[in-house]
């Protein structure tokens, strides 16, 4: 019987999605909202179903109900590790390490012997686990956010310095001859041409660092923490066997981490809407 409902449930959803995308409306923004939305709500559904039919215990897969449950009754809790781990930890590690980066990749284009050597010992430093190095700058900084924080720094720093720098480097030389007939200095050279240009690349490294700086930042505070942090009520939620409490906290982590993302993705389109990948 449990089976039977799943299946009812799957082709519910998938046939609402099927008119949506034959209807004449497919292509507008409310149709490209519900299509995704219904998805969501169908694997939510059959989540449910699964594990109210076959009675799976809670310990090894709460239902979705109960996570709801639980991140509507803990808010206060939920508010307060969102603070030190997002706001605190990851947030400030993101700016500081992508502002450091596109700084020393300016310097970087500069003086091509810097490029020749620090971006191999970058991509180095990039292979490293953050596992390995998590530990030692807890131990470096202390077990409040500026620790992770500095971790943050050390995953977001190298690929948006690599980014940048490739993207300072995407301008033609014709370009840069131009710019100099014209008796550009090198910093207007650099303001009004290279950087504009190195843009849609920057946007890249930004884009790719707002997911490594929240893993990053979780993953930090399973080394050490206050009593309070998205990983620290991860790590103790495990503990408790209280999995309800984890998802709840990758919940919440899922939601900053996509709005953040969404932040940044609409940022680029207003400030790249010249580049071909922002023309529809």
């Known amino acids: 019987m449990t089976l039977i409902f799943v299946l009812i449930v799957w082709a519910a959803g998938w046939g609402l999605n099927v008119m949506i995308a034959r209807s004449k409306g497919a292509n507008t923004a409310a149709a490209r909202f519900a299509v995704p939305v219904i998805f969501g709500v169908t694997v939510l559904a059959i989540w449910e179903i699964l594990v109210r039919g076959y009675d799976i215990s809670a310990v090894i897969l709460p239902a979705p109900s109960a996570i709801w449950t639980t991140l509507t009754s803990t808010t206060d809790v939920l508010w307060g590790d969102f603070v030190q781990t997002f706001l605190k930890g990851a947030l400030s590690g993101y ?22 050597g620090l971006l191999p010992v970058g991509n180095f ?28 720094v050390v995953m977001v720093f190298f690929p948006m310095l690599v980014n940048t720098v490739a993207g300072l480097r995407d301008t033609s030389v014709m370009q840069r001859d131009l710019m100099r007939t014209y008796g550009a200095s090198y910093m207007q050279t650099l303001f009004k041409l290279r950087l504009p240009a190195a843009l849609p690349f920057m946007f890249n490294g930004l884009k790719i660092a707002t997911t490594l700086a929240l893993i990053g930042a979780i993953v930090a505070e399973f080394f050490g923490s206050p009593v309070r942090g998205m990983g620290f009520r991860i790590s103790t939620s495990v503990g408790q066997l209280a999995l309800d409490m984890v998802w709840a906290e990758i919940v919440v982590a899922a939601i900053a981490g996509s709005l953040f993302y969404g932040l940044i993705a609409t940022v680029e389109k207003g400030l790249t809407f010249w580049h071909p990948s922002q023309r529809k």
């Open 95 to 116: 700016i500081i390490g992508c502002a450091s980066a596109v700084i020393m990749a300016v310097i970087v284009d500069r003086y091509d012997f810097l490029r020749r």
């Open 125 to 152: 430093v990039a292979a490293l686990p953050i596992v390995g190095t998590a530990p030692i700058l807890v131990m470096w900084f202390g077990f409040d956010w500026h620790s992770k924080a500095a971790v943050v």
